[in-house]
């Protein structure tokens, strides 16, 4: 099963920007789908951006206009561009797969 391994999570200020990857273990041209999603404290799992293997992309409402899902198949890797975050942008990130693969998460916290 492909592994992933995110990176890129941090504190940044309401308004600034953070880009996190997705590294895979191997190829994922031929992976139907790719998502990130997100987990606040005392919330459930959200999916937030997906990107399918034909470049079609899917945003949640709440991230939409800000969030920019891309993938880079030569690298094995998927990336959210994340601009005009918000302190309810705070969560830790997860990457997955629809082969079923999960990340180990990168917190993101917006701060003053």
């Known amino acids: 099963q492909v592994q992933l391994v995110e990176s890129g999570g941090g504190l940044v200020q309401p308004g600034g920007s953070l880009r996190l990857s997705c590294a895979a273990s191997?190829?994922?041209?031929?992976?139907?789908?790719m998502d990130w999603y997100r987990q606040a404290p005392g919330k459930q799992r959200e999916l937030v951006a997906r990107?399918?293997?034909?470049?079609?992309?899917q945003y949640a409402g709440s991230v939409k206009g800000r969030f920019t899902i891309s993938r880079d198949n030569a690298k094995k890797t998927v990336y959210l561009q994340m601009n005009s975050l918000k302190p309810e942008d705070t969560a830790v990130y997860y990457c997955?797969?629809?082969?079923?693969?999960w990340g180990q998460g990168t917190q993101v916290t917006v701060s003053s």
């Open positions: 990107i399918t293997s034909g470049g079609i992309i």
């Open positions: 997955h797969s629809s082969v079923g693969s």
């Open positions: 191997e190829s994922i041209f031929s992976i139907t789908f």
